[in-house]
T-cell receptor, first 111, second 119 residues
Framework: QKEVEQNSGPLSVPEGAIASLNCTYS??????FFWYRQYSGKSPELIMF????GDKEDGRFTAQLNKASQYVSLLIRDSQPSDSATYLC???????????FGRGTSLIVHP | DTGVSQNPRHKITKRGQNVTFRCDPI?????LYWYRQTLGQGPEFLTY????????KSRLLSDRFSAERPKGSFSTLEIQRTEQGDSAMYLC?????????????????FGQGTRLTVV
């Protein structure tokens, strides 16, 4: 079983819609969860982090965490073509606090 | 620019040659990570340092790979006797490692990466 599971996509949504990106993880000891955005050919850019169960909102982005279900998600409201990228979920390893990445979900926002 | 800096940005080398990459982390960050990323995959952890101590290495890091962080500042990653399978983007990231409300701050910020092509 992979440590971090993400649907590779691509997830295609129209401009202005809500994009929902999901991630499950296996390490129950993980305390911190990160979402990175990666444009093609570029390095990952940290966009959100969440520590507590529930929702955390930052502008158009909302991260949701459910530790009991080992599930974390990212919602992007009012999606824009500039949001088209790969979104990487990265729980930190419970023992060593090392961010461990999924393969990412490719998001395409079409006009 | 106070972000994470990696050099070189691109490296083309012949199979069997040795290569060395450098990473300069954000100055107050004491944790430094190396990852490798291939097309269509997420970054794969290679190794990390807490200050100058190398605390963990992935099984992906064969004997041909070595990393150092001699004074707890910049780090180097060396690959000896490169193979075509080593072709990838090598990413460096750093984090403060500070404690925030009882939680270790592990928000990692990435450099631009070094793209290695072994021909």
């Amino acid at each position: 079983q992979k440590e971090v599971e993400q649907n590779s996509g691509p997830l295609s949504v129209p401009e202005g819609a809500i994009a929902s990106l999901n991630c499950t993880y296996s390490d129950r000891g993980s305390q911190s969860f990160f979402w990175y955005r990666q444009y093609s050919g570029k390095s990952p850019e940290l966009i959100m982090f969440i520590y507590s169960n529930g929702d955390k909102e930052d502008g158009r982005f909302t991260a949701q965490l459910n530790k009991a279900s080992q599930y974390v998600s990212l919602l992007i409201r009012d999606s824009q073509p500039s949001d088209s990228a790969t979104y990487l979920c990265a729980p930190e390893g419970g023992g060593s606090y090392i961010p461990t990445f999924g393969r990412g979900t490719s998001l395409i926002v079409h006009p | 620019d106070t972000g994470v800096s990696q050099n070189p940005r691109h490296k083309i080398t012949k199979r069997g040659q040795n290569v060395t990459f450098r990473c300069d982390p954000i100055s107050e960050h004491n944790r430094l990570y190396w990852y490798r990323q291939t097309l269509g995959q997420g970054p794969e952890f290679l190794t990390y340092f807490q200050n100058e101590a190398q605390l963990e290495k992935s099984r992906l890091l064969s004997d041909r790979f070595s990393a150092e962080r001699p004074k707890g500042s910049f780090s180097t990653l060396e690959i000896q006797r490169t193979e075509q399978g080593d072709s990838a983007m090598y990413l460096c990231a750093s984090s403060t490692g500070s404690v925030f409300y009882g939680l270790l701050n592990t928000e990692a910020f990435f450099g631009q990466g070094t793209r290695l092509t072994v021909v």
